[in-house]
């Protein structure tokens, strides 16, 4: 099969991650495959390094413009054109909307969109939220098949009407990760964050492994260490990720006076490597759809506090995987990640629950397996 991979952007997101892993995946598997991508980021590099062949679409991005859109199609149509592809596999939004557009008037035989998590369900005016509605639905209308990742992402599109036989469940799927000794990666993290190894040492750290956007709810997560901090001195947080929110992040932690706790550590190439490190992992999220860095956490062992939102649920079994939260309550949240600190046994047994379901549920093989045969479908 030809097979085409369309996403908006190049960085190593986690739809970023996921076109890797199907575009790899599907290579080795010896079908013909091409990624067109906006700009020139980690996703693009890595792809490269695996062989495969990748267009940049250079007016593809996050950013609404009609002008930059009308570019785009034009390139992601004159892609398709020439290498006639017989499925186009779309990921995010604006992606999704071109691609599956230009799919239809090309007569591409089999068109797929996978939905990372709905934009709609974003903190955004009425109207935006209105607007991206109904542009998700002409998205599932002009393709052939939209994949949903979490099973409450199905249950809202099954909402929308004469798409409901288009809908297919197919969740995100990992390999374990290798990861770094305990050790080792303690000392790797001290001096990256400037502090001596032995004072690391005797730390309760607490991870987070995000893009800082605003959707990863990390103001929240600032808010909660100023009462962990308080109650639990001996602990720290790392956050791992760039993103938008650097500078804000930087000022905030100033402003509460946390800087001998909170730590943005930037960018960490195959920052799971690193999740040995943490005692307790913590993702704020006011948005998500089925997040990976959860997955690693688990095959890590990790007890895990998140937000009950998106595919999180059904990946965390509240107070016996993890602890779930509500999203925006920065109260609740540092509740929880106080209990987790203050029960190093249930940190332990949630840490176990949460490794046997990941390795269960969520296999790389059993993702590729239902995307290929997807493929297949005549």
Not at 143 to 163: C, G, K, M, N, W
Not at 185 to 208: C, N, P, R, S, Y
Request: with cysteine.
């Amino acid at each position: 099969m030809k097979i085409l991979y369309i996403i908006t952007k190049s960085n190593w997101g986690g739809a970023g991650r996921h076109v890797f892993d199907l575009a790899t995946a599907m290579k080795d598997k010896g079908h013909d495959v091409w990624v067109a991508l906006g700009g020139n980021g980690l996703l693009k590099e890595k792809l490269g390094a695996a062989g495969i062949y990748t267009f940049s679409i250079a007016a593809l991005g996050r950013d609404i413009s009609i002008g930059k859109e009308a570019g785009s199609f034009k390139e992601i149509y004159s892609v398709m054109k020439s290498k006639k592809p017989d499925i186009i596999h779309l990921h995010s939004p604006k992606a999704a909307g071109l691609g599956s557009l230009a799919g239809r008037l090309l007569g591409v035989k089999q068109i797929i969109v996978t939905v990372h998590g709905w934009t709609f369900n974003e903190s955004r005016p009425w109207y935006e939220r209105l607007s991206i509605t109904f542009f998700s639905w002409l998205t599932m209308l002009f393709s052939h098949t939209t994949v949903l990742i979490s099973e409450h992402d199905l249950r809202q599109a099954a909402y929308f009407p004469f798409v409901k036989n288009k809908l297919k469940l197919i969740p995100l799927g990992i390999r374990p990760p290798t990861f770094l000794s305990v050790e080792g990666v303690k000392q790797v993290l001290a001096k990256h964050i400037g502090m001596d190894v032995a004072e690391f040492g005797k730390k309760t750290v607490i991870g987070v492994i995000a893009e800082l956007h605003p959707n990863k709810g990390l103001g929240y997560m600032l808010e909660a260490m100023r009462t962990v901090a308080e109650q639990h001195p001996l602990s720290i947080c790392i956050i791992v990720g760039v993103g938008e929110l650097s500078a804000s992040l930087h000022i905030k932690i100033q402003e509460y006076k946390l800087d001998q706790h909170v730590f943005l550590a930037g960018y960490l190439d195959n920052a799971a490597e690193y999740l040995k490190a943490f005692h307790v992992f913590v993702l704020p999220s006011i948005k998500e759809g089925l997040p990976y860095t959860i997955l690693e956490a688990g095959s890590a062992s990790l007890p895990v506090v998140a937000t009950s939102v998106g595919g999180i649920p059904e990946i965390i079994d509240d107070m016996k995987s993890g602890i779930l939260v509500q999203p925006k309550n920065s109260r609740e949240l540092g509740h929880a990640i106080s209990f987790m600190i203050e029960h190093p046994e249930e940190r332990k047994k949630y840490g176990a629950a949460l490794k046997e379901k990941v390795a269960t549920k969520f296999s790389l093989d059993r993702m590729i397996w239902l995307v290929e045969g997807l493929y297949s479908k005549k």
